[in-house]
C-alpha cells in the first residue's frame, strides 16, 4: 500500500486543513516538550508569524532516563490544543503508549509516532484504526524498507493518512547527535507516494547545523520540515541543547521559503 505501483501519484495528506505532498509543505514547529502556558503561547506567536503551519509538542516524552521528565501527559495535550486554536494551528504530538491512543486522539490533529517506537507494532496497530494523520519518524536503526513496511501497518488498518520523517540514524561520529540520512528522502520518493518531511533538529542535533540541513531536505525533495523551536533553550525541559531560537527559526523561514519557490 506505501508503494508507487499500488499508487503512482504522490499522495496529499490533509491535516485539518493543512496539505502536505504533492507541492505542498509542512512547517512544524515547536518546543519539544509542552511547557508552561506562557512559553507555549510566546513560541507558537512566533512561529506561526514566521510561517509555521502546524504546531508541535510532546505531552508524553520518550526520555532515556526514567528520573527525567515525562512530559505533562493529558494536561499537556489539553494546553496544546489551546495554543494551537489560539494561534490557528492544528497540533501534532507523539503517542508512546497503545492504551492513550484514544486519549491523545482526542486532542490532535495529528498524531506521532516517535522513533523509538517505529517498530511497536500493536502502537502502529493502534493508530491505523484511527482516522487522524499519522507523523511516522524513522527509527534509529531503521532501514527505508522497515520504515515503509511500519507505514504499511498503518495504511492496512485503513488509515490512509501517513506523513514519514527522516530524523536521522545512528552513526558513528558524535559531531552530530545522529548521522543526517538526507539522500534517504530521495531512495523514499524513489519507492511510494506518501509524503516525506525532514527533522534536522533530531538528526544534527546542533541549532547551527539545523538551518544547512533543512534547507538540504527541501532541495533533495522533502515535503515539508520538522524543528524545534524554544525561546529560552537553556531553561527547557527537554532538548534545549538543539531548540532554535524564534529569530532563528523565522530567518531559516525566509531561505526555506526562497529554496521551495525555486522548486
Ligand atoms: C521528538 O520529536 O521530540 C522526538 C522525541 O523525536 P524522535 O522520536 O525522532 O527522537
Ligand atoms: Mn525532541
Known amino acids: ?3 508507487k505501483d499500488a499508487h503512482p501519484q504522490p499522495s496529499v495528506v490533509n491535516v485539518s486543513g493543512v496539505k502536505i505532498g ?5 512547517m512544524i514547529a515547536g518546543p519539544c516538550a509542552v511547557e508552561e502556558p506562557e512559553r507555549m503561547h510566546n513560541i507558537a506567536k512566533a512561529v506561526r508569524t514566521a510561517g509555521a503551519n502546524i504546531f508541535r509538542g510532546g505531552a508524553y516524552k520518550p526520555r532515556t532516563s526514567p528520573y527525567a521528565f515525562q512530559g505533562h501527559g493529558e494536561d499537556g ?3 496544546l490544543r489551546e495554543v494551537g486554536d489560539a494561534h490557528g494551528m492544528p497540533i501534532v504530538t507523539e503517542v508512546m503508549d497503545p492504551r492513550c491512543v484514544e486519549t491523545v486522539e482526542r486532542y490532535a490533529d495529528m498524531i506521532q509516532i516517535g522513533a523509538r517506537n517505529m517498530q511497536n507494532f500493536v502502537l502502529l496497530t493502534e493508530v491505523g484504526r484511527t482516522r487522524k494523520p499519522v507523523l511516522l519518524k524513522r527509527g534509529m536503526s531503521a532501514t527505508v524498507e522497515d520504515l515503509l513496511m511500519s507505514a504499511e501497518y498503518i495504511l ?3 488509515n490512509p493518512d501517513v506523513v514519514l520523517c527522516e530524523r536521522g540514524v545512528k552513526g558513528f561520529d558524535k559531531v ?3 548521522l543526517y540520512d538526507v539522500a534517504s528522502v530521495a531512495v523514499v520518493k524513489g519507492l511510494s507516494h506518501l509524503p516525506i518531511i525532514v527533522d534536522p533538529s533530531h538528526a544534527t542535533g546542533k541549532p547551527a547545523l539545523i538551518p544547512p540541513c533543512a534547507l538540504a531536505g527541501i532541495a533533495v525533495g522533502a515535503d ?3 524543528i524545534e523551536v524554544h525561546d529560552c533553550p537553556e531553561k527547557a525541559l527537554s532538548d534545549g541543547p538543539q531548540a532554535l531560537l524564534p529569530h532563528k527559526y523565522a530567518e531559516l523561514m525566509v531561505q526555506l521559503k526562497g529554496l521551495a519557490a525555486l522548486m
Open 22 to 26: 504533492g507541492g505542498y509543505l509542512a
Open 1 to 3: 500500500l506505501a508503494s
Open 176 to 178: 552530530t547527535r545522529n
Open 224 to 226: 515539508g520540515v520538522h
Open 77 to 79: 495535550l489539553k494546553l
Open 156 to 158: 492496512s488498518q485503513g
